[in-house]
RNA sequence: GGUCCCGUCGUCUAAUGGUUAGGACAGUGCCCUUUCACGGCAUAAAUAGGAGUUCGAUUCUCCUCGGGACUACCA
């Protein structure tokens, strides 16, 4: 039988890093092994669940490259199926109405946890007969409740292995506020179901949740799904990151500049590994290899500087058209008029972002010269009047050099410039010149992104500066 | 409180009965260098504790401790 899985989050709020993960697992898992991903929208909870929210999650699924298989699923648009099954349940006894109103069953909760006792439903509508509840049923109101056997359920994990629980100790659970309105754990039964899910890949949060929907799927006459719980990705304090009210949603990332690629990349690495000591991974790479035999355990705390550093290397990496485009919306409307001459700029620049953000501040003095002071040109305690001799006669060679020449060609001629009159006393002024700032590229990556024409343009305008100074 | 899960450098992790316990990020030092960055080299840093099994445990078992998740008419 072939895998189908799904990504099946509930929009009631931003999309979290750690689902991020959960879906990328599910989608790395079925392409592996060349099999289906779903998308199950779980909107049963009508208050929380917001149309906003399950945009966001599909923008998020869509940047990230996870594309699902069929239309999505919403479960709020199911409800018919959900009644199906829960009348069968009730005609089987299975499932029962209980009237219980919220204060009696929270009294009751609270004695028990008074005691030191575990709270569970005590099960006093347990007996009601079905004639009977029809009956109140007019004009009381009352939730439906699973009949939770009382023995042991155990299931193989495909990361943990075996896992058992007693059933006995939780009681029946609702599995409805009515008809109409399905809960998660019954939900999930059925939709898993009838969407022939192979395999639940969901994080470790759902693990308690596994035993009582192995019970409702047995009670349906269903055969459940294979397991896999995956570790959860914690904050800085070690808690599950969606506990966190600060947290950084995933298209704030995005948003924040960072690459695709690196987010894939640094998420796969929180719960899985290759076999060898690599870190650095393409999507062909993981989709190749990923495997649940290498699925880690343990929670793992978020390591936001290793995202920074993997962000860093595929911008240095990535060819500079391609970082042009990627780095468009962070930049200046300007910037975007000559695409040549950004992407020339950007690949100069790009070691020296970490994010795409970098960039504005980085590379500014490309399109503006900055006003800077004319001391900044001083290399030490070089004499002002030799520093703009030494410019002059950068000018005349810089003259000589063919106009549309290469990095490596001015290079070479400054090179020459250089060795005669020593590197700091020639190179610092000119960099400075060209880019009016303490820290920048060096002066013949900025003469072959500018061109000879504003390269020259600035040299002069830093001999005016020097002639102040001197003068 | 109860149930379940998990415990290797600060962090992500590798090794699985026999290794000087490896790599990466971050840290530190040095080198490269006109600056910033990149890069290179080096360095510090871990098997939670205790029993047991074994010739030998990071690895297997048990206990303790620690952390986490769940414990809703949320998902």
Redesign the pocket.
């Known amino acids: 039988m072939s895998v189908r899985v799904r990504f ?3 929009p ?1 709020g931003p999309f979290s890093l750690g689902n991020a993960r959960t879906a990328l697992f599910n989608w790395l898992f079925a392409r592996h092994e060349g099999g289906t991903f779903l998308l199950r929208i ?1 909107d ?2 009508k208050e ?1 669940s917001k149309k906003e929210y399950e945009k966001i999650l599909l923008d998020g699924l869509k940047w990230l490259g996870f594309e699902w298989d069929e239309e999505p699923w919403r479960q709020s648009e199911r409800l018919p199926v959900y009644k199906k099954y829960l009348e069968r349940l009730l005609e089987e006894g299975k499932a029962y109405y209980c009237f ?3 204060e009696e ?1 929270d009294a009751e ?1 609270q004695a028990l ?1 008074s005691q ?4 569970k439903y005590g099960g006093r509508c347990r007996a009601i007969p079905v004639a009977e509840a029809k009956e109140r049923l007019k004009k009381e ?1 009352a ?1 439906i409740r699973f009949r939770t056997p009382e023995k042991e359920v155990a299931f193989t994990d495909m990361v ?2 075996r ?4 059933l006995g ?1 939780i009681g029946d659970i ?1 599995i409805a ?1 009515d008809l109409e309105s399905p ?3 019954f939900a999930v039964v059925v939709d898993d179901y009838e969407m022939n899910i192979t395999h639940v890949i969901r994080g ?6 596994t035993p009582k929907q192995i019970a409702i799927a047995e009670a349906l006459g269903i055969e459940p799904p294979h397991y896999a719980h995956l ?2 990705i ?1 904050g800085p ?4 990151l969606s ?1 966190r009210y600060l947290e950084t949603s995933l298209l704030d990332y995005r948003d924040q500049g960072y690459l695709k690629e690196a987010v894939l990349n640094f998420m796969v ?3 899985w ?1 290759p ?1 060898e ?1 690599r ?1 650095v991974l393409s999507v062909e790479e993981m989709l190749k290899e990923f495997d649940f035999k ?1 699925v ?6 978020f ?1 936001p ?2 995202l ?2 993997l962000n ?2 595929y911008i ?1 990496n990535s060819p500079p058209e391609k970082l042009a485009e990627a780095a468009a919306p962070f930049l200046p409307e300007a910037w975007r008029k000559d695409e040549a001459f950004l992407a020339k700029v950007l690949g100069t620049e790009r ?2 972002a970490k994010r795409l953000s970098d960039f504005k501040d980085l590379a500014g003095f490309f399109f503006e010269l900055p006003d800077y002071e004319a001391r900044k040109l001083v ?1 030490r305690e070089t004499p002002a009047a030799a520093i703009l001799d030494n410019l002059r006669f950068t000018l005349d060679v810089l003259a000589k050099i063919p106009p549309a020449a290469g990095k490596e060609t001015v290079e070479n001629y400054l090179m020459t410039v ?1 060795e005669k009159r020593g ?2 006393e020639v ?2 002024p000119l ?1 400075v010149a060209l880019s009016g700032q ?7 990556d900025i003469i072959a992104a500018l061109g000879p024409e504003e390269s020259v343009r600035r040299i002069q305008v830093a001999i005016a500066k020097l002639g102040t100074l001197i003068g």
């Open positions: 099946a989050p509930s009631t779980e049963t909870d929380r219980c109103t919220p069953l909760r946890l030191g006792m575990p709270p109101t939730v943990r292995g896992v058992a629980f007693d100790l609702v506020k809960l998660y754990n470790e949060d759902h693990l308690s949740n570790p959860l914690l304090d070690h808690k599950k506990k690495l929180m719960g590994h076999a000591d870190e290498r880690a355990k343990s929670g793992a705390v390591n500087e290793k920074d550093w860093a290397h240095k070691e020296r290399w250089a590197s700091g190179l610092w960099r303490d820290a920048s590229p060096g002066p013949a």
